[in-house]
């Protein structure tokens, strides 16, 4: 079973990999604004596997992601590192509390991740100048959080109908109940 979970996060934080190395080569048509549909793979483990293979694939894509770009141990690795892992927790429990639909649990990921590579970059820069672009930024990310949440929700279904025999020990109820309200 324990084999059968890696070898899963192992593929989640691959696809995250290969979407966030993706995405790093396509401009955002918008100054400090990213795409961001690498969270979507998170997400997708948060509602299949839970909170723990969600804080999982998100550590490892930012991770190996940021070794692949370039971006490792600079002020870009951090931002990213910190945002995502917050982003993760708050999704994680707001897909907890059953009071959000997938667009909800999105959006809010999406803000968590700017406010904290906000608060980071802020502390790198050693001023607090960045919050002025804040709102910018929360708007520039609901497009991303909107996609991400409309393809996850067309994916989980497809996940479970055709490969339940892999994810029937490993998916939670929760997800369940939350495919149903799509």
Known sequence: ??????ALNSL???LGIAIYVLESFVPFPFPNGKWGFSNFVVLLSIVLFGAKDGLIVAIGKSFVGSLVTGHFLDVA???SVFGSISAAFIESAAFKV??????GVSILGSVTNNVVQTLVGSVFVGSKALFWILP???ILGLPGAFANA???GKVIPRVQKNYIGIFISTQTE??????RKL
């Open 1 to 6: 079973m324990r084999s059968k979970k890696i």
């Open 12 to 14: 989640f934080i691959s």
């Open 77 to 79: 690795f951090f931002m």
């Open 98 to 103: 059953r009071i959000f639909g997938l667009i």
């Open 136 to 138: 910018y930024m929360i």
């Open 150 to 152: 409309y393809i996850a």
């Open 174 to 179: 929760d997800s369940k109940d939350t495919v």
